[in-house]
């Protein structure tokens, strides 16, 4: 549902109230498509999400204004030539000509131009100054760095690059819950989800090929109203299950493999819509064409506790880190029954053992990036533990916050095979049960989780867990 003029006004003075500024100038650039290089080809074009967030368009070009002494926004939109529009379909008019910016900040005279969106330069690590602001914070909550509340506070960084860094972690604050109009969006990119894991349960099968289920089910994501999918689709088979990113092309993008699902394979599909800009990002793992085997169902049953013990932490004041380590012990102490790990969980997931099986975090905020709001370094501390690091912004969940859950066991030869690994956790991992998995592949079960003042609601809870298909 495209936000109502009034909700893109309450967005646009929100962010305004957090940015607190004085009489600067804001630039929010959408941005330009990637050029392929060698070509006269550009790659599909997606706008800044902070510039989608506060304009709810966004073609190539579209640069969002703000005059901080006047307290007001001016939209700029692209107009085509007549010589463009022999080529292109019209870009939809929005706001004033792209062309009348120039003169627009010329009128503000000399006054500080702050550019960001799309090229804007966002520093990679906190400047100190917004660090100590965001320790100082009372109600500090591992959320992007605010401004001090106290302007005359000495050691405040106004350097370009801190500004830079404050205003964006404004939008990003604005930009972890979601109002009705983000959260409609959603739920119609996993609506358009599930008719594409529907046509997977009726008619994946063995004898076809990755690619064919992939676009079997990405014609369903189309055909319910979705422009494109929310990210490259994952559909692995058998021991292409335990690559956490395989997706189609990722071998060769000249010629791409495609491997044949055979009887007893594991097959892992993460997939999503994307509508309205928004994310949905769902995972399922079936046993094809044949009753899954004791391990296969014992890890499989794991994982969906590990999930829905996890889901239903997710409520207001939670910290995410928190849930993630609950999913990681709850998983080790299933390794351990199973024979694969020796030892206390807890203990095991300190160690780095679990996340050997475990390499990723639970899960990331969703909305109008797969991965939303990773552009801001708002974690204060980066960890030097390689999942933790991982986690994304050290966060407290809000109602409103919409997270992925996302838990899974994988056997990766990159990490199993490793000889330094293998030594390094001779006592607490059972090496010949192990060699015994080589080849399993990996399962997931993801669901997209809005956080609310009640339970947690699974908005792709429609789409069903089939243990085996086909
Ligand atoms: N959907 C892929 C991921 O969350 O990394
Ligand atoms: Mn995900």
């Known amino acids: 549902m495209k936000p109502t003029n009034e909700a893109l006004a309450e967005r646009r003075a929100r962010v305004a109230k957090r940015w607190e500024l004085a009489d600067e100038v804001?630039?929010?650039?959408?941005?330009?498509?990637?050029?392929?290089?060698?070509?006269?080809?550009?790659?599909?074009?997606?706008?800044?999400?902070?510039?989608?967030?506060?304009?709810?368009?966004?073609?190539p070009g579209t640069t969002l204004a703000f005059d901080a002494a006047a307290g007001e926004w001016e939209l700029f939109g692209p107009r085509f030539t007549p010589e463009r529009l022999v080529w292109e379909q019209p870009p939809t008019p929005v706001g004033r000509p792209l062309d009348e910016l120039g003169d627009w900040l010329a009128e503000r005279g000399d006054r500080t131009v702050i550019e960001l969106g799309a090229g804007a330069e966002m520093p990679e690590t906190l400047p100190a100054a917004a660090e100590k602001a965001e320790s100082d914070t009372p109600a500090s909550n591992g959320q992007p760095a605010e401004a001090s509340d106290d302007s005359t506070d000495e050691q405040a960084d106004a350097s370009p690059e801190a500004t830079v860094l404050?205003?964006?972690?404004?939008?990003?604050?604005?930009?972890?819950?979601?109002?009705?109009?983000?959260?409609?969006?959603?739920?119609?990119?996993?609506?358009?989800?599930?008719?594409?894991?529907?046509?997977?349960?009726?008619?994946?099968?063995?004898?076809?090929?990755?690619?064919?289920?992939?676009?079997?089910?990405?014609?369903?994501?189309?055909?319910a109203g979705a422009p494109r999918v929310a990210y490259d689709s994952i559909v692995a088979s058998g021991?292409?299950?335990?690559?956490?990113?395989?997706v189609y092309a990722g071998d060769d993008p000249l010629r791409p493999a495609t491997r044949t699902v055979e009887a007893g394979d594991l097959l892992l599909i993460d997939a999503g819509a994307q509508f309205g800009g928004y994310a949905s990002d769902v995972t399922r793992t079936m046993v094809v064409g044949a009753d899954p085997t004791d391990e296969q169902e014992y890890i499989w049953k794991l994982v969906l506790s590990a999930q829905q013990q996890t889901i239903d932490m997710c409520r207001p004041g939670i910290v995410w880190r928190d849930v993630h380590l609950a999913s990681a012990r709850i998983l080790g102490a299933g390794l351990v029954e199973m024979g694969v790990l020796r030892g206390d969980p807890a203990e095991l997931v300190a160690q780095g053992a679990v996340a050997l099986f475990f390499p990723h975090g639970?899960?990331?905020?969703?909305?109008?990036?797969?991965?939303?709001?990773?552009?801001?370094?708002?974690?204060?501390?980066?960890?030097?533990?390689?999942v933790l690091s991982r986690l994304g912004p050290e966060r407290v969940l809000a109602a409103g916050t919409v997270t992925t859950v996302e838990p899974g066991l994988y056997f990766i030869d990159a990490l199993l095979c490793d000889p330094a690994r293998r030594e390094k956790f001779a006592d607490s991992v059972v090496w010949d049960r192990v060699d015994e998995l080589r080849?399993?592949?990996?399962?997931?079960?993801?669901?997209?989780?809005?956080?609310?003042?009640?339970?947690?609601?699974?908005?792709?809870?429609?789409i069903a867990k089939p243990i085996r298909i086909g």
């Not at 498509?33 to 006269?40: C, E, L, V």
């Not at 021991?239 to 395989?246: I, Q, R, S, V």
């Not at 809005?450 to 699974?458: G, K, N, Q, R, S």
């Open 166 to 223: 404050r205003l964006g972690a404004a939008i990003a604050l604005e930009r972890m819950t979601k109002d009705e109009a983000e959260l409609d969006d959603i739920r119609c990119a996993a609506a358009a989800s599930a008719t594409g894991f529907d046509w997977v349960y009726a008619n994946a099968a063995v004898g076809m090929t990755e690619r064919e289920i992939q676009v079997g089910m990405e014609a369903q994501f189309f055909a």
């Open 239 to 246: 021991p292409h299950g335990a690559y956490l990113h395989y």
């Open 362 to 386: 639970l899960g990331h905020l969703l909305g109008l990036s797969v991965h939303d709001i990773t552009s801001v370094p708002y974690s204060r501390t980066p960890s030097e533990d390689p």
């Open 26 to 59: 804001v630039l929010l650039r959408a941005g330009e498509p990637a050029g392929w290089s060698g070509t006269d080809q550009h790659f599909a074009f997606l706008p800044h999400p902070d510039v989608a967030y506060l304009t709810a368009v966004g073609s």
């Open 439 to 462: 080849g399993f592949g990996g399962i997931r079960i993801e669901d997209d989780v809005l956080v609310t003042d009640a339970d947690p609601e699974v908005l792709t809870a429609a």
